[in-house]
């Protein structure tokens, strides 16, 4: 209560005064503040409606545009996103593909002309004199270990002594 008092004695206005000018402030206020304006279409002044048909065509059209727009933004992000999945799965995943396969063909490539190599030397079984008459024969332990048959009577004979019995 005291502090109302202190309030009272400070303004030194009445409490009639304090209401009224309180209410001619509200009043004033809510007079002179901006309202909506509606349009009223009539008779009398046919530019409210012109002017109401002119804003529902160009808000109908900024709204169809801007749903175009909306569609290209989303385009434009999914293709974004699937440049990033490109350059990072798609692209990383074929390049590991291509250089696997790569040391594979290389790996037997080399496997390959080794294995030449080795049985044309002169110090291969099949070599030499009377080596089933001059033909070439690969021993039976590198038939089997490339084909993954087992070698025949002939071809274990001809392989151990490297000659044709």
Not at 26 to 40: I, N, S
Not at 134 to 159: E, H, N, Y
Request: charge should be positive.
């Amino acid at each position: 209560m005291n502090r109302i008092r202190a309030w009272r004695r400070w303004v030194r206005l009445p409490d009639r005064i304090q209401v009224a000018v309180l209410a001619l402030t509200a009043l004033l206020t809510h007079a002179l503040w901006p309202h909506v304006a509606w349009a009223g279409c009539g008779v009398t002044d046919f530019s409210a409606c012109a002017d109401d048909a002119q804003y529902t065509v160009w808000y109908g059209v900024a709204t169809f545009l801007w749903a175009i727009d909306a569609m290209l933004l989303q385009l434009a992000y999914l293709v974004d996103v699937f440049r990033v999945w490109v350059v990072e799965t798609a692209f990383t995943s074929a390049y590991g593909v291509l250089v696997t396969h790569q040391q594979i063909v290389e790996s037997h490539a080399a496997a390959r002309r080794q294995t030449k190599a080795q049985i044309r030397s002169p110090n291969h079984p099949s070599r030499g004199r009377g080596a089933a008459g001059g033909r070439l024969v690969a021993p039976c332990g590198w038939i089997a270990s490339r084909t993954g048959k087992a070698c025949s009577a002939r071809q274990v004979r001809l392989g151990a002594s490297g000659a044709a019995s």
